[in-house]
């Protein structure tokens, strides 16, 4: 019998049980296309929520045009479900995840590569049978067993089990990465990939042994090379250190970013003037923009990772996937020794 992971990546048409996930509104095409080249899976990152509905479309299609053309292997699309005051879902949502349904059944090079549609946020109700019936995998990402549990039973076919350390939005019960990811795996017969925290062959190793299908990482993949935002982003990212995080109010839950003078002058000084919230929403998704395509990491907001501080280099997409699977194999190897001293405990 195989592993999990390799079920999975056989479903999914991947080499390697490590996705890149999504993070927009900012474009993740190259990065994308350079993960699924290299045999993970890669992420399309829907744009902006804020943007008019027919352009929203059209740059979500764009966009995944843009990876097929370009990519080796497999690409998923990930599109964060948000939810209007009555409870329904946005209707930003509900047209990214009926445009990536067109787009797959309208076949051709596009339709055969992509392989899935990730939700976040808000759960897409009554979305995962046509999901489904499209020939797509529907992955949803949680942040609670309650959740992981809930999508399970609606029939979601992979969840993804992110701690509250994770970048970009987080959740609003903090629960970590190592609290949640060995319980949601046990609650569920579903395959899971455990995100947040991650960057190296070790996090992968210990959630594979731990009976993980993968792991998905965001903020370790914005420091490589072929991802298409500001070098200067990028190195924010490896300059930062321990404690250089912090949580602030994003669009649906708390968001985290790393300490500067965006987050801790800027942000406190624009909610102060009593700005309506939709607004303040446009100047955070502006400030996202400026440092990550702009390269203005001081007035721009650098949305990361806690896991920054352990990210110590910029280096192409490749070199990362094949350095954690060397790092997963042997970690994985020398374990041995400690089996066997485990077991004569035992004896
Ligand atoms: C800059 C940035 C933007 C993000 N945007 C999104 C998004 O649009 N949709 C989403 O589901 N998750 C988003 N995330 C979360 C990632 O998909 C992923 O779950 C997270 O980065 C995993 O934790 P890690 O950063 O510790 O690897 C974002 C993360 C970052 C760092």
Request: aromatic share 6%; glycine share 10%.
């Amino acid at each position: 019998m195989g592993a999990v992971w390799q079920a999975l990546c056989g479903r999914l048409g991947t080499k390697y049980p490590i996705m890149q996930d999504g993070m927009g509104p900012s474009p993740t095409t190259s990065l994308a296309t350079a993960v699924s080249a290299a045999g993970g899976l890669g992420s399309v990152s829907t744009p902006g929520l804020l943007t008019p509905e027919a352009e929203l479309r059209k740059k979500l299609r764009d966009r995944m045009e843009q990876v097929a053309v370009d990519a080796q292997g497999s690409f998923a699309v990930n599109i964060p479900v948000g939810t209007l005051s009555s409870g329904e879902m946005l209707p930003a949502s509900e047209a990214c995840i009926d445009e990536a349904i067109r787009v797959k059944l309208a076949g051709g090079p596009v339709g055969e590569r992509f392989a899935a549609i990730t939700t976040s946020a808000g759960f897409p109700g009554g979305f995962t049978e046509r999901i489904k019936e499209a020939g797509l995998l529907h992955i949803h990402k949680v942040g609670s067993v309650r959740h992981a549990v809930k999508a399970a039973e609606a029939g979601v076919d992979v969840v993804i089990a992110s701690g509250y350390e994770m970048g970009g939005h987080t959740h609003l019960r903090p629960v970590s990465t190592m609290v949640l990811a060995p319980q949601v795996i046990a609650e569920v017969d579903i395959p899971v990939i455990v995100s947040g925290g991650i960057h190296d062959g070790y996090g992968l190793a210990a959630m594979l042994a731990m009976g993980a299908a993968g792991i998905a990482m965001g903020t370790r993949f914005i420091a490589t090379e072929e991802h298409e935002w500001h070098r200067n982003y990028k190195q924010y990212i490896v300059d930062s250190r321990e404690w250089d995080d912090m949580t602030y109010q994003g669009y649906y839950a708390p968001s985290r970013g790393l300490r500067n003078k965006a987050l801790l002058e800027d942000l406190p000084a624009v909610k102060a003037t009593g700005i309506p919230v939709d607004e303040l929403n446009q100047w955070k998704e502006d400030r996202g923009y400026l440092a990550q395509m702009e390269g203005d990491t001081e007035a721009g907001i650098v949305v990361a990772g806690q896991v920054a501080a352990a990210i110590k280099d910029i280096v192409p997409v490749r070199v990362l996937l094949e350095r954690m699977m060397d790092q997963a194999i042997d970690l994985l190897e020398n374990t041995s020794a400690s089996l066997a001293a485990l077991k004569a405990t035992r004896a």
